[in-house]
């Protein structure tokens, strides 16, 4: 049994946002219906990949299936080629949404309604449909045409503005598709809940989720202390307001690399035993300040914290992220190695908890993605399938479950209505 | 449907769910705050001393006090509160008589933690079988690490979240604002929406297990878990730039802060490059290869750009680019993004009035439905203010009986 093997998703969305909530969906076992077409290629499908050497043909070869961060966003899907600029193209999909639960998009506003395929038209075909809309900046506004990457999203949502040092040096970037994630997370939310809504009333709607606004809903403690005091909070590093130690410490690294271990102690108690911990790691007699009484309380470890930090980072660089992690999680304090990717994927209890599931692609072979985020005991979804080769599932969409004939299916491609 | 518990509002998706809620800090309480937007009837239960997000603060004017910490009232609006002491067996008993009546039961206090219920959830699924039981901790329930001990900054470090941010020369960051619980929260609500949708069909409840590392190793790995595998890169710290992209992807100074740029496509590139003027060092070869320019040599890149930027204020810049379609922006404060006017345009921000505090802000509705809308319809609860209401009204003890529990020091 699949949480929702029930429903059927349209999927037109490209790059990262749009394609990781129908993911999310499909995982859970969704048949999610991903729409493309050569006309124009998703963004993902584009450029050299880093798997293999095959130049031949370019974008127009077989690069378009070589792109494994396209695999990752979009296994467990069909694929479709159907081209939304011909008449015949939009008609199939017309047809198609009739048999749709969720049409799931990243169209910047306006788009569908040119293409005639707008919630009103969709509603026509199908009553209780279910449009969930992924605009950057909302529908409407002065900044709903502003053109919005991660990052882009990331600066204007605020966030970017606090990540950062605690002497006020500016970062900004976090390292990965955060905005992305966080929007995908609310359109497969939206779709979740606009699906419970229909069970009970048999109404369906059009849910509008900005990326941006997603990202900053996450920020009310910023904005509270903006309400109530005025403060707009800026960078702050490793700092906890309640906590002290409370930081990354650096380790000896392996051959390669430096190695980073975050350690953080909540209260007095924990305190104590991190001394213990540290006492007990060998070295006796060179952490004397593991019995400063200066550092007993949690106000004055904190007022004290860049000298602790101090003492701290010359005991943990005799030892490795993973030595420290586990010397201090014997004695009940909370500490855990910096991963890295390398980390996390050869790491035994990621390992045992099959966070990094293996699929075989027919042009790349093996691979390995990332699994999902959850688990449902009774209705665990998988990953059970590689992401679709360009219009793979176009006879088994378009001819079996629309009934399309074959004669038909041809002249459509000859007119690169299929294409 | 069912009538909503709270009178004129129109119903939300989740209308007529009940959630009780036994969690503290972010990730818990995120999740029931989520689906208490959407609509759910949520009952936060705290041990006797109260959610630790009560002292987190901010506070007004920087005075501590339980019911005033902006962390707590922002994760908590749209609940009712109980206090109960879940570590005898009196208190244990009475959650379990909540739990019997609630069609979802979120658990996020790990099981190394001295609050943690220690509740068998089979049991209680046994009790009530349409129950979804959400269990929230920072590994799991199964593998070696399931009994560490772990806080945010843990969760973003294993969860791969720390080791990219920040500057190669300096300590690895974590997320601001403890995102990565947030993270967590809101993938555990969606989880938990998704098994309310299977019960639908199955009529059934089930257990749904949430590792608050893996969220983040999961969510966003979907770029460096390719690259480590084909290229064998194992990660590394890219300070103000993008790891992977073209040229310029980055984050520089204005002259009153600064800015973000991303320009993926040529297109966008060359317009960028009209606007700087005639420079001769974009004919230098050196200078065409993008990917190059991100990766091999950044800082000496960014500083051919990165005049035309400290030139100009953050508004300016915007101006130009918007005009020439160049995706570049600035990187908003916070109290600019509360003053943004186009999220004002749009009714993004909730103000409402906070007893004792005057009027407080709320981040909006991340998702508009127009048929069942996000909703912010209550303050969050101040220690134990439901006791009477839930613990009479919807358990059937009698003012006695409660009574006996309040000077037993259960409730």
């Known amino acids: ?47 050299r990949p880093i798997v293999g050497d095959d130049v031949a043909g370019g974008d127009r070869g077989r690069w378009p299936e070589l792109q494994p961060v396209f695999h990752g966003l979009n296994r467990n899907k069909l694929g479709i080629t159907v081209n939304l600029k011909h008449a015949d193209g939009v008609e199939l999909i017309k047809r198609l949404a009739g048999q749709t639960d969720v049409v799931i ?23 209780d449909i279910i449009v969930v809309g992924m605009p950057a900046a909302g529908e409407t506004g002065p900044l709903s045409n502003v053109i919005a990457y991660a ?108 190695g980073w271990v975050s350690i953080a102690v909540g209260s007095d108690e924990e305190w104590r035993r991190f001394c213990r911990a540290v006492e007990s790691g060998g070295g006796r007699g060179r952490n004397r300040w593991t019995r400063d009484p200066r550092y007993a309380d949690g ?12 003492h701290i980072r010359r005991w943990t660089r005799r030892f490795e992220p993973m030595e420290v992690t ?34 075989e692609h027919p042009m790349v072979g093996i691979e390995w993605l990332y699994g999902l985020a959850w688990r449902l005991h009774e209705t665990p979804g998988s990953v059970r399938r590689h992401a679709p080769l360009l219009g793979e599932h176009n006879r088994q969409v378009l001819g079996e479950l629309l009934g399309v004939s074959e004669s038909d299916l041809q002249r459509f491609e000859r007119a690169e209505a299929v294409y | 449907m069912s009538s909503d518990p709270v009178a004129g509002v129109t119903p939300g998706p989740l209308d007529g769910i009940r959630v009780v809620e036994y969690g503290g800090d972010v990730s818990g309480p995120f999740c029931g705050r989520t689906l208490a937007d959407l609509g759910a009837d949520v009952v936060k239960v705290e041990p006797l001393d109260g959610d630790p997000a009560r002292h987190h603060g901010p506070f007004p004017g920087d005075r501590p006090d339980g019911e005033h910490s902006g962390l707590y009232l922002f994760l908590n609006a749209n609940k009712l509160g109980v206090t109960l002491d879940v570590t005898g067996a009196c208190g244990r008993q009475v959650l379990k008589q ?113 590792s608050e590392t893996e969220v983040s190793a999961v969510l966003l790995n979907g770029y460096h878990l390719p690259t480590y595998i084909y290229k064998g890169v194992p990660g590394r710290r890219w300070g103000n730039r993008m790891s992977l992209g073209l040229f310029p992807n980055c984050v520089l100074p204005a002259s009153d802060g600064h800015i973000c740029i991303d320009t993926p496509q040529l297109e966008q590139y060359q317009r960028f490059l009209q606007l700087l003027g005639d420079q001769p060092w974009s004919e230098n070869p050196r200078y065409r290869n993008r990917r ?120």
């Open chain 1, 151 to 258: 990052p882009i999203i990331l600066a204007l949502s605020g966030l970017m503005s606090m990540v950062g040092y605690e002497d006020g040096t500016l970062v900004g970037e976090l390292q990965s598709a955060w905005s992305d994630a966080v929007a995908g997370l609310h359109a497969a939310m939206a779709a979740v809940s606009a699906l419970r809504h229909r069970d009970a009333t048999g109404q369906g709607q059009h849910v509008e989720v900005a990326q941006w606004e997603a990202t900053t809903s996450w920020l009310g403690e910023a904005v509270m202390d903006w309400a109530m005091n005025a403060r707009a909070q800026g960078t702050t590093g490793n700092v906890d307001p309640g906590m002290a130690p409370h930081n990354c410490y650096p380790c000896r690294g392996g051959e390669a690399k430096e």
């Open chain 1, 299 to 310: 106000f004055r470890r904190w007022r004290r914290r860049a000298e602790l930090d101090d």
């Open chain 2, 98 to 210: 909540l739990v019997a009546q609630a069609d979802v039961f979120i658990d996020s206090y790990p099981s190394s933690s001295p609050t943690a219920p220690g509740l068998d959830y089979a049991a209680l699924i046994d009790d009530n079988p349409g129950l979804i039981v959400t269990s929230l901790s920072p590994f799991g329930l199964t593998g070696p690490y399931r009994d560490y001990a772990c806080y945010d900054i843990n969760v973003s470090a294993a969860g791969g979240m720390s080791y990219g941010t920040g500057f190669p020369d300096r300590e690895p960051l974590s997320l601001p604002l403890r995102q990565s619980s947030y993270l967590a929260g809101f993938a555990a609500a969606l989880a938990s929406a998704m098994a309310l949708l299977a019960r639908g069909e199955t009529g059934k409840g089930q257990v749904v297990e949430v």
């Open chain 1, 326 to 359: 586990q010397l201090l999680q014997r004695f009940g304090v909370a500490a855990m190695p910096v991963m890295t990717i390398e980390d996390q994927f050869l790491d035994p209890h990621f390992r045992q908890r099959e966070v990094w599931p293996e699929v």
């Open chain 1, 105 to 127: 998009h990243n169209y910047s506003p306006g788009v569908l309604e040119r293409l005639g395929l707008d919630y009103d038209a969709l509603r026509a075909v199908r009553p």
């Open chain 2, 292 to 411: 190059a320019m991100t990766e091999e040599y950044p800082e000496e890149s960014e500083a051919l750009i990165a005049p035309w930027f400290r030139e100009r204020t953050k508004a300016d810049i915007f101006e130009l680019c918007r005009q020439n379609r160049v995706p570049c922006v600035p990187v908003k404060t916070i109290d600019e993004v509360v003053n943004e006017p186009h999220l004002r345009q749009r009714g993004y921000w909730q103000e409402r009035q906070q007893p004792g505090i005057g009027e407080l802000t709320y981040p909006g509705p991340p998702y508009r439905f127009p048929r069942s809308p996000w909703r912010l319809a209550r303050p969050a609860p101040r220690l134990g203010q439901h006791n009477g209401e839930v613990y009479c009204g919807r358990l059937g003890f009698s003012p006695g009986e409660l009574t006996r529990l309040h000077q037993a020091g259960v409730v």
């Open chain 1, 1 to 47: 049994m699949q949480a929702l093997g029930r429903f059927r998703v349209l999927d037109f969305g490209t790059a990262w946002a749009a394609p990781m909530a129908s993911q999310l969906l499909a995982d859970m076992g969704a048949e999610v219906v991903k729409v493309e077409s050569r006309v124009r290629l998703d963004g993902l499908r584009l450029g």
